[in-house]
């Protein structure tokens, strides 16, 4: 019931959804179910409505609000685990807020 964290580059050719390849770039893998359950006790908005069992895709444009949850999680959270892991997700959510043609991908099971 974990939550993955993929980085993707997305390479689209001309209009067509057809022409729209994604490669992924970087992993945070939640094996554990670390980052589905701060998901889950969150009470930020866009981390409440992460999935344990859907994939919700987010563009550069959701970056700053997600990067501002994440962080806030992250200052609070008292686990150690929890706290590296959360950071190895702000280091991709950043990534993504940097570059125009990448997406964040919450990949639940």
Request: with cysteine; charged share 30%.
């Amino acid at each position: 019931m974990g939550v993955d964290v993929v980085l993707m580059a997305v390479r689209q050719r001309g209009t067509s959804p057809k022409g729209r390849r994604l490669h992924p770039v970087d992993v945070v893998l939640d094996p554990q179910d670390r980052f589905a359950q701060v998901c889950a006790a969150s009470r930020q908005p866009m981390l409440g409505r992460v999935d344990p069992y859907r994939s919700l895709v987010l563009t550069r444009a959701d970056m700053p609000q997600f990067i501002a949850e994440v962080d806030a999680e992250c200052a609070a959270a008292g686990d150690r685990a929890v706290k590296d892991l959360l950071r190895r997700v702000l280091g991709l959510a950043r990534e993504c807020a940097a570059r125009e043609a990448h997406e964040l991908h919450l990949d639940g099971d």
